[in-house]
């Protein structure tokens, strides 16, 4: 007859075995029967950490006993150490720093750093935290991912009747931007408001642009305008034989009683229909503002103070324009506003907001007076307004 037996275990040792472990939540221990006094123990280490030695001092691992007395053994475990990496998709792009190697569990921070014209856009593990937190469970490795900046590119031109622009749009950041600006009939490309000259013009992006192109009519030179106003400073007295040069630094100011001194103790009155009793010699190119209803003529009166009377007429060696420059109707501020070398200038503001106009009515800049010459650039010839305070627009005639 057999009878069945359930076999639990069995334990042929004739001595005992205790197998502690220094840190039960680092792993466990435990031992098998070779023999009735030999005996294979073994160690196994949880996750994170691993098997170090035994304190007998073997570090073999599983590792045989031999037994002739009760034993007490002790497994001693010691924590991994994982390394952190942070690289980069491209490091012209950026780079990432942080990296390191710790133990396990401890944390890491890894930062995206963008080079100038970049930015930081995910992690490899598609978040987008910067700096980011690693926690070291194993060997890991972040990419950063970067991209380039986009600038927008702004064009316009100083009137929509002098031409068009072409080029303008959205760039990523060190791609060329081209930019060309297409005259109507009748005018020519003149400048960039920036200042260059190029046309097309090309130029590596690197931030936002706003650029605007000006133009020219065919057959308008540039040219340095003198904008006479104030008195005329003659270098000599006046007597019958001598010559008054006018130069290209002089200004005048013609109104109806304005006096202009000749000299430290004598003055002389410009009236409508006078002769000049002098030779008057005007060298270049001269430009008279026209104020009130004061008009040059070709003959001029020249009357000193001792009431001598001299007689002779004008040379005039080149061209005199004379033009509508200055301020329409009554100035009740008595400020002065007329153009000089490219610029418009306002004198006697009296603390008002001085705002600048062209043409048609498009605001180009705003200065505030603070008691000294305000000056504005003028992008090229034409007509501007210049507005002061409340009061009425004035118009600026400028050849440049």
């Known amino acids: 007859m057999y009878y069945p037996w359930n076999i639990v275990g069995y334990d042929p040792l004739q001595f005992a075995i205790t197998i502690n472990c220094i ?16 005996a294979e123990i073994t160690a196994t ?13 073997s570090s073999a691992n599983p590792d045989t006993l031999y037994l002739t007395e009760d034993v007490t053994v002790t497994a001693y475990f010691a924590i991994n150490q994982y ?28 930062t995206a750093v963008p080079n100038t ?24 490795t972040k990419a950063a991912y970067f991209a380039p900046n986009e600038y927008t590119i702004n064009i316009s031109v100083d009137s929509f009747t002098h031409g068009t622009c072409t080029g303008g749009g959205t760039y990523q950041y060190a791609t060329v931007a081209t930019l060309e600006a297409v005259p109507y009939s009748g005018y020519q490309f003149s400048h960039w408001s920036d200042g260059a000259t190029y046309n097309p013009y ?44 006018v130069f290209d630094t002089t200004y005048i100011d013609v109104h109806d009683t ?18 000049i009793g002098v030779p008057y010699t005007v060298h270049d190119t001269l430009f008279v503002n026209i104020h009130d209803t004061v008009r040059i003529t070709d003959t001029l009166w020249l009357t000193q103070t001792d009431t001598l009377w001299l007689h002779d007429t004008i040379t005039i060696h080149d061209t005199v324009y004379i033009t509508q420059e200055g301020i329409d109707g009554v100035d009740v501020l008595n400020a002065k506003v007329y153009s000089s070398q490219g610029q418009i200038l306002v004198e006697g503001a009296n603390g008002n907001t001085v705002t600048f106009f062209d043409i048609n009515g498009r605001m180009l800049a705003t ?25 009425a627009a004035r118009k600026v005639v400028v050849i440049r």
């Open 367 to 391: 200065k505030r007076d603070d008691y000294s010459p305000l000056r504005f650039d003028v992008p090229a010839s034409g007509t501007y307004m210049i507005k002061i305070g409340k009061h």
């Open 117 to 140: 014209g970049y930015h930081f856009v995910r992690w490899s593990d598609y978040t987008i935290d910067n700096p980011k937190t690693v926690v070291a469970t194993s060997d890991i």
């Open 23 to 38: 840190d039960s939540t680092w792993g466990h221990g435990a031992y098998f029967a070779l023999g009735d006094s030999v």
């Open 202 to 245: 090309t130029f590596a992006v690197t931030d936002d642009v706003q650029l605007t192109a000006y133009f020219y009519a065919d057959g308008t030179p540039y040219q340095d305008t003198i904008v006479v106003y104030d008195t005329l400073l003659v270098i000599m007295p006046v007597h019958d034989t001598t010559v008054v040069h």
């Open 258 to 275: 304005t006096f202009i001194p000749i000299h430290d103790t004598t003055y002389v009155n410009v009236h409508d229909t006078t002769y």
């Open 83 to 110: 390394s952190v990496t942070g690289t980069t998709n491209d490091s012209v792009y950026g780079t990432v720093t942080g990296g390191a190697t710790v133990n396990y569990l401890d944390t890491v921070m890894l």
């Open 45 to 57: 280490a949880n996750y994170g950490y691993h098997f170090d030695h035994w304190s007998y001092g």
